[in-house]
């Protein structure tokens, strides 16, 4: 469903500009995302609650016009299970556009702000992006960095280092 949740995220992208409102439709859209729990997904996928129903609710709860216009068309569509996958698709778009890579870095131990400042500093250079970095205390690491970023994985580990001499040796 990937492709098709990029689609829709991509059309409502292309509106949110065109409209100058991307900003303030995607804060709207997380926010709706995280009142989204499973109960209110139950409710808008169950087959038996009528298109108007949910549609009626819909419109009675979301301010933002172009966001609402865009549930009420993935009901329509059958799509609204897409919600969640649309908005992250909405957020690599414009991630893209605006030149910003999120950045998840697993270490041992919190990493100092000169070590933080020296990555982003490095990617930043490396991939002529904005970097937002995220530190992540992993206590199964015994020392190094796991680094992740746009579907790639720099493990450099001693856990990685150790994994690969175990399998060397049992060749």
């Known amino acids: 469903m ?34 989204v ?14 298109k108007k129903n949910k549609k009626e609710i819909i419109q009675n709860s979301i301010e933002n016009d172009l966001l609402m216009r865009f549930m009420l068309v993935l ?26 890579m999120n950045v998840l870095v697993f270490s041992s131990k919190k990493l100092t702000k000169e070590q933080m400042d020296k990555l982003v500093e ?8 904005k970097v937002n970095l995220e530190n ?6 015994v ?5 992740e970023y746009d579907g790639m994985i720099l493990d450099d580990t001693i856990n990685n280092y150790l994994d690969n001499l175990k399998f060397k040796l049992t060749k």
């Open 2 to 35: 990937g492709y098709i949740a990029f689609q829709y995220a991509e059309a409502l992208f292309n509106l949110a500009v065109e409209t100058k409102q991307v900003d303030s439709l995607l804060s709207d859209y997380k926010i709706i995302d995280k009142v």
């Open 136 to 141: 992540i205390i992993d206590l199964n690491i």
């Open 143 to 147: 020392d190094g960095l796991r680094i």
């Open 75 to 100: 009901i329509d569509n059958y799509r609204i299970e897409l919600l969640h996958e649309c908005l992250s698709e909405f957020v690599k778009i414009n991630n893209n556009r605006n030149k910003v």
């Open 37 to 50: 729990d499973e109960d209110i997904q139950k409710f808008l996928i169950h087959p038996k609650i009528s």
């Open 122 to 129: 490095n990617l930043d250079k490396k991939h002529n992006k």
